[in-house]
């Protein structure tokens, strides 16, 4: 299958600094890719849709000021966490989707292995 | 308002036997539905899919059940061995769409 790379895979951070996550697709081109967010024992939250080339749609409740999200190419995504405060440490993962082809299914997405964000 | 839901958050089962994971939906729109498999401290990997044209997938030990007038789906996997021990989310979603995922059923395989 598709591989989605992430990096780095753990930062820990002052509060205050910004932090940025990569997400690359190594193998294919991804046309979108989607940032979630996972709190301890609950499910993964969607935060942000971004598709190659155009600005990304947010999910309600989730400030796009605080988390940008940059999809410059159509094998890297950032998220950059601004001003990071203790209650952003979470495990961010995304996953990165074809839109078809090979091995890649009508609506497959592939997913990073996550980065964990802690704040101190 | 949860759209996938999980109602079991843990399941044990004996090695070798059938272990069977259950979801609900609430959108008759999806279309597509996904089972990813969790470690501790990883991300997701995708496990198997079904699309709504299907009501059966089978891939190896892991068969999906679809059944869209119930907008229920289960994962079965058999035999069950101690490395499926993880948690398992599942998603459903629109093609080429966002997917909501379930809140995960953390599965034991006890040897």
């Known amino acids: 299958g598709a591989v989605v790379s992430q990096h780095p895979s753990w930062v820990i951070c002052k509060s205050g600094t910004s932090v940025k996550i990569e997400c690359r697709s190594l193998d294919f081109q991804a046309t979108t890719m989607f940032w979630y967010r996972q709190f301890p024992k609950q499910s993964l939250m969607l935060m942000a849709t971004s598709n190659e080339g155009s600005k990304a749609t947010y999910e309600q409740g989730v400030e796009k000021d605080k988390f940008l999200i940059n999809h410059a190419s159509l094998t890297l995504s950032t998220l950059t966490v601004t001003s990071a405060h203790p209650e952003d440490s979470s495990f961010y993962i995304c996953s990165a989707s074809g839109g078809g082809g090979v091995g890649q299914g009508a609506g497959e997405q592939f997913f990073g292995p996550g980065t964990r964000l802690t704040v101190l | 308002d949860q759209q996938v839901k999980q109602n079991s958050p843990s399941l044990s089962v004996q090695e070798g036997r059938i272990s069977i994971l259950n979801c609900d939906y609430t959108n008759s729109m999806f279309d597509y539905f996904l089972w990813y498999k969790k470690y501790p401290a990883e991300g997701p990997t995708f496990l198997i899919s079904?699309?709504?044209?299907?009501d059966k997938n089978e891939d190896g030990r892991f068969t999906v059940f679809l059944n869209k007038s119930a907008k229920h789906l289960s994962l079965h996997i058999v035999p069950s061995q101690p490395g499926d021990s993880a948690v398992y989310f599942c998603?459903?979603?629109?093609?080429?769409?966002?997917?909501?995922f379930g809140t995960g059923t953390s599965l034991t395989v006890i040897p």
């Open positions: 998603a459903a979603g629109m093609s080429g769409n966002q997917f909501y």
């Open positions: 079904i699309s709504s044209i299907k």
